[in-house]
């Protein structure tokens, strides 16, 4: 059932999937450290929600890879027992929360790439494919709309909140580049007409990216550097200290359940 | 009832058993009102219960699903399989008539059709800027003087509003 058959090599189509799993899953973790902490009770509500919702679609696109693999490994030993090496997600995401500006930049600067890349997955040619992305691909939509209206509400809100915000972008843009880099594996996935090229989804992101900012009256840094190395496993040294909460549990009591 | 009595249960009646099921969350609503079971079948000798998550991460999720095996089986069924199925993800329009008025008698305000904004992102940007206007009514006055106080409410299908008429915070069950 999870042969992706002759379209493409089981080993690219895996690499592909734990991309797909992987960011949302150390996002959601990272969004998951608010709770209890949030500036405000609906805040902090919101936040455990978004977060909910990431860790549910890390779970489709997990266990999927794990069947994909075939070696036994489920949802669980691919989210608690690899190390940071052989994780596939965005710098983006793993970088730290900073304050509450910062961590809504984060959700929005990743927000607003998963909304056209997950729309563009429901018509791959690989049918669990597209379910997951329609079904993440709705919850996408609506975090979207959450965190574009803060931005702008944060940007042009007091001096404070604007100098906050800006902050947090011009900390985080170097970090956006690598969504759109793509490498060989992608060009698998685009040839065997399973998953759109990445560098495709620029426009459709920027597009968004510059009505909000402008709203929110902040700024675009005008570099164009770009951080790289989620992709491979080489990443930045905040990934660590993430698993080590995260992975507590399953590290220091192996196959605990409830 | 004894166990394996009824081990052919029309699906009529397997239906009519699960709509006797309350959603752990929103006990007013059963698991078909809400619309999540998507398919009831016999499968020589086994049944067969599709079901469709609301969310994907809804914690719900388990206990609706340990839910449905408890009845089942307290109801005679011994053969029982479960299946997960994501495709049509699952929309607020599979709420019944009868489970939106159940939602507002509860205190929850029932997903608003008209109020889902279907125009695309950027043309929804320019008008963003703080708590918005609806037409979601309080469901304690029915007042339509409400506002959104923040998109996530008590579980991921709820968003938080406040009445300005009667002063009451109340929750919304948004559309999806």
């Not at chain 1, 494919?129 to 574009?148: C, F």
């Not at chain 1, 675009?220 to 040294?237: K, N, T, W």
């Not at chain 2, 059709?113 to 043309?123: I, Q």
């Amino acid at each position: 059932m999870a042969m992706s058959g002759d379209i493409i090599a089981n080993d690219i189509l895996f690499e592909w999937l734990l991309r797909r799993g992987d960011t949302p899953l150390i996002l959601g973790h990272r969004v998951s450290e608010w709770c209890g902490h949030s500036p405000v009770l609906e805040e902090d509500i919101a936040l455990a929600n978004v977060a909910l919702d990431l860790i549910g679609q890390s779970r489709l696109w997990l266990t999927y890879a794990g069947e994909v693999e075939g070696k036994g490994r489920g949802e669980n030993e691919l989210a608690f027992l690899r190390d940071a090496w052989d994780f596939r997600n965005f710098l983006l995401a793993e970088q730290t929360n900073g304050d509450f500006g910062k961590t809504l930049m984060r959700q929005f600067l990743i927000d607003a790439y998963q909304v056209p890349f997950l729309a563009a997955l429901e018509s791959s040619g690989n049918e669990r494919i597209s379910e997951i992305a329609a079904k993440a691909g709705k919850e996408a939509v609506y975090h979207l709309d959450r965190s574009a209206d803060l931005v702008i509400r944060l940007g042009d809100g007091t001096p404070e909140s604007h100098k906050r915000m800006q902050t947090a972008l011009d900390m985080l843009w170097a970090y956006t580049g690598e969504m759109f880099a793509g490498d060989a594996v992608d060009e698998a996935m685009f040839d065997a007409s399973l998953a759109p090229k990445p560098e495709n989804l620029r426009p459709q992101w920027q597009k968004t990216v510059d009505m909000v900012l402008d709203q929110a009256t902040l700024k675009i840094p005008q570099s164009d550097f770009a951080h790289q190395g989620g992709l491979s496993g080489r990443h930045s040294e905040h990934l660590g200290h993430l698993l080590a909460d995260m992975q507590f549990l399953q590290r220091a009591y192996p196959g605990a359940t409830w | 009832m004894q166990p394996g009595n009824v081990k052919q249960a029309s699906t009529d009646t397997i239906w009519q058993w699960l709509s006797e099921i309350p959603d752990p969350e929103i006990p007013v609503l059963s698991l078909t009102d809400l619309g999540v079971i998507r398919d009831v079948r016999w499968e020589k000798g086994t049944l067969v219960v599709t079901v469709t998550p609301t969310y994907t991460g809804c914690p719900a999720t388990a206990v609706i699903n340990l839910d449905i095996e408890t009845k089942l089986r307290t109801c005679g069924v011994e053969d029982l399989r479960l299946e997960q199925k994501l495709s049509p993800p699952w929309t607020t329009d599979w709420l019944s008539a009868e489970g939106r008025e159940k939602l507002k008698n509860y205190g929850i305000a029932p997903p608003v059709d008209a109020v889902k904004d279907t125009r695309p992102l950027a043309d929804r940007i320019l008008q963003m800027t703080g708590a918005s206007k609806s037409s979601v009514s309080c469901p304690r006055c029915d007042s339509e003087n409400t506002e959104k106080i923040s998109q996530f409410g008590s579980t991921p299908c709820k968003a938080a509003y406040r009445c300005k008429s009667c002063l009451e915070p109340f929750d919304y069950f948004k559309c999806h």
